[in-house]
């Protein structure tokens, strides 16, 4: 057995936890001991019995002269024990963990931290950890102990105890970086940064262990942005030739003037077209920002080359929105643009197809495909969209997003891409007026909202939260419950729809064909709505909990109305009392710029809340944090001078090509 070692071939119990294991990234032996704690205990306070006080967080250390289970009312249980060590005897209890006294016998030598209370005038130790003391050693008691992410059936002790053996097996970690990089950067190295991550003696070892391993991390990402672009830049291609009569034709035709910054992005994507390598650009902009017409510009240029494009997206209604976009601009030029769905039959004569990851399989079958363009890029994998990309040969790569995403971050998860930015809305728009609303001021909200239907004939969303990082069952329920409540108690004379991703493709398209032709007045969902709902007459927007969602996730959110020259609004709902809380979210009030509120959200709130959900086949961060500025500019000026050389050091490509496998999961 080696670190490399799929835990699933190590043992007959490691292989029943493999699943368990999966669903926090654990996969091989050294995952272990990159399963990175949250934070820690102090249990390093050791006291004798005899010494203890109330209200004391410490450790205890003694025999066992009772232990006994007790059995309450109603099926509860409560083990009752007493330690002595010498000095004193102390009570010790736990509540229905009926299995205690078979772990732990009269007699034991245990360690036991916890704090200490005062119960009836009498020290008492409620609920401790517990652990025998074997060659007076302890790992869950007694120091400074880990507790780690959890998930159903694996708990912080178990993974202790595997984190313990591994180091145990494994002392001396073989580094993987140059002696002369952590000279340079004042850094320790990697078996005591391990090692000090799980099992320290003090804070200032964990602090001095994640300045090491948060410089990995980040290292680590930029070396395989390297490598990534390197590879990228192998393959060649024919340059395209450019018509800018055409395109300028194409562009004149359209019912509205670009923006400086989507004249900028169609240049720069033209620029790449006529290179002899394949274009690998990300196009940034908020909701509303241009992006499709920009896409729909890039793909009249490969149909002027006698080239198709695959255009993909990762939702039915969202492909659908692409494919009239398209088939608007495009087909008075005759070029044939095709809709395909997982219903979809084998259809080979097209130019353009839209479509879901349909588009991978079989039923598309591509001639000639020079572009292919994504959208929403974050919510396909790696290897998804490498499935497309192989549909050609070298085809040129566009991939979207609407969601905002801060520069540093956007150079540093997607470092191997060039990046284009729309930060400027078409002429015409008006911003959102957006309002923090109270529980105070909810009725008030709800008649308002009533009198605008009434009497303008607005339409309405009305966004219920994920309950948890995914939609299930759980968030659809809640949303039911949300939109009885205001059919029958608040807006009974009003006609009103329910949206959510359980739903099936055909029903969720008769509710938005019932919203978009006004049948409905106000639809109630989930954040499904963040992708691909383009209704003008809906002009307010009403968002529940809204101290649950990002700043970024807010602005999408908020960017599904206003998209006519009609004044639109939106509501954020909250019952929070919190200051910070409140004052992120008045931000909303002010600020209208999507990467201007990701940046903030990541000061206040850090990286991991940006997003919401996480992002299929990207990178993701266990210690360092994409708001440090500091570190992204020295890893970045490290990672250009080690790739250099990188065939000195084969521990570190090791490393990279084994990052490389793990952004790729699906």
């Known amino acids: 057995m080696d670190l490399n070692t799929p835990v699933g071939l ?9 699943g368990r294991l999966s669903k926090l990234g654990i996969f091989t032996i050294y995952d272990f001991l990159l399963h990175i704690p949250f934070r820690y205990e102090d249990y390093s306070l050791i006291s004798k019995i005899g010494q203890v006080q109330a209200e004391e967080l410490i450790t205890v250390k003694g025999k066992i002269e009772k232990i006994e289970n007790r059995y309450l009312r ?16 102390l009570d010790v209890i736990w509540f229905n963990q009926p299995y205690i006294p078979k772990a732990i016998k009269v007699g034991d030598e245990v360690s036991l931290s916890g704090k200490i209370e005062l119960d009836k005038n009498k020290l008492i130790m409620k609920s401790p950890d517990y652990e025998l003391v074997v060659d007076n050693e302890t790992i869950h008691t007694g120091r400074i102990v880990p507790i780690y992410p959890e998930t159903k059936g694996i708990s912080s002790k178990w993974l202790r105890r595997q984190v313990y053996k591994v180091l145990d097996q494994f002392k001396d970690l073989q580094d993987y970086l140059p002696k002369e990089t952590l000279r340079k950067n004042n850094l320790g190295d990697l078996s005591y940064a391990i090692n000090s991550i799980h099992f320290p003696k003090s804070m200032q070892e964990v602090e001095r262990a994640k300045e090491r391993l948060s410089f990995d991390e980040m290292l680590k990402l930029h070396l395989l942005s390297l490598k990534r672009k390197k590879e990228w830049k192998k393959d060649k291609v ?9 395109i300028n034709e194409l562009i004149k035709i359209l019912p509205f003037e670009l923006t400086d910054a989507q004249k900028n992005a169609v240049e720069e994507i033209l620029r790449d077209l006529s290179s002899n390598l394949p274009m690998n650009r990300l196009l940034e902009g908020d909701v509303g920002s241009g992006k499709t017409i920009v896409a729909a510009i890039t793909t009249y240029a490969s149909f002027l080359n006698g080239f198709q494009t695959a255009f993909m997206a990762p939702t039915e209604i969202l492909s659908s929105q692409h494919f009239q976009t398209l088939d608007n601009l495009l087909s008075p030029l005759e070029i044939k643009v095709k809709l395909f769905t997982s219903g979809s039959k084998k259809i080979d004569d097209f130019d353009v197809a839209v479509g879901t990851h349909a588009l991978i399989y079989k039923k598309v079958q591509f001639k000639k495909l020079g572009l292919v363009v994504i959208d929403e890029q974050q919510r396909f994998g790696v290897e998804q969209r490498a499935k497309l990309r192989l549909k050609g040969k070298n085809p040129h790569i566009l991939t979207m997003t609407a969601t905002p995403i801060p520069r540093t971050v956007a150079l540093t998860m997607y470092g191997d891409l060039d990046l284009s930015i729309l930060d400027k809305m078409p002429k015409g728009r008006i911003n959102i007026k957006t309002w923090l609303v109270p529980p105070s001021k909810r009725e008030g909200a709800y ?31 809640a949303a039911k419950k949300e939109f009885e409540r205001l059919s029958k108690e608040v807006f009974p004379n009003l006609k009103l729809g329910l949206l959510h991703g359980k739903l ?3 029903e969720k398209n008769d509710v938005l064909n019932d919203f978009k032709n006004k049948k409905i007045d106000i639809l109630v969902s989930t954040p499904v709505v963040e992708v691909g709902i383009d209704v003008p007459a809906a002009t307010i927007m009403l968002i529940e909990e809204a101290e649950r969602f990002g700043l970024a996730q807010l602005h999408q959110l908020r960017g599904r109305v206003g998209r006519s020259s009609r004044q639109s609004y939106c509501l954020l709902f909250t019952s929070s009392n919190n200051p910070l809380t409140l004052r992120r979210l008045k931000s909303m009030e002010k600020i209208y710029s999507g990467p201007e509120l990701a940046e903030l959200d990541l000061k206040l709130r850090g990286p991991g809340q940006i997003y919401g959900t996480t992002q299929h086949g990207t990178f993701q961060l ?14 970045k000026k490290e990672a250009e001078i080690l790739f250099e050389k990188l065939h000195k050091y084969p521990k570190l490509t090791e490393q990279i090509t084994l990052g490389d496998k793990k952004v790729s999961p699906d």
């Open 10 to 18: 190590v043992s007959r119990s490691y292989k029943m936890y493999a």
């Open 74 to 89: 109603r099926w509860k249980t409560l083990q009752k024990a007493q330690v002595t060590d010498g000095t004193g005897t």
């Open 238 to 246: 024919n340059p395209w030739k450019i018509d800018k009569n055409k």
């Open 447 to 477: 008649k308002w909202i009533k009198e605008k239907i009434e009497r303008e004939k607005d339409q309405v969303f009305i966004v219920c939260p994920f309950i948890e990082e995914s939609e299930n069952m759980i968030t659809v329920k």
């Open 504 to 506: 099936k493709s055909g």
């Open 622 to 635: 266990k210690v360092a944090s994409f708001s440090d500025i500091e570190l992204i500019a020295k890893t």
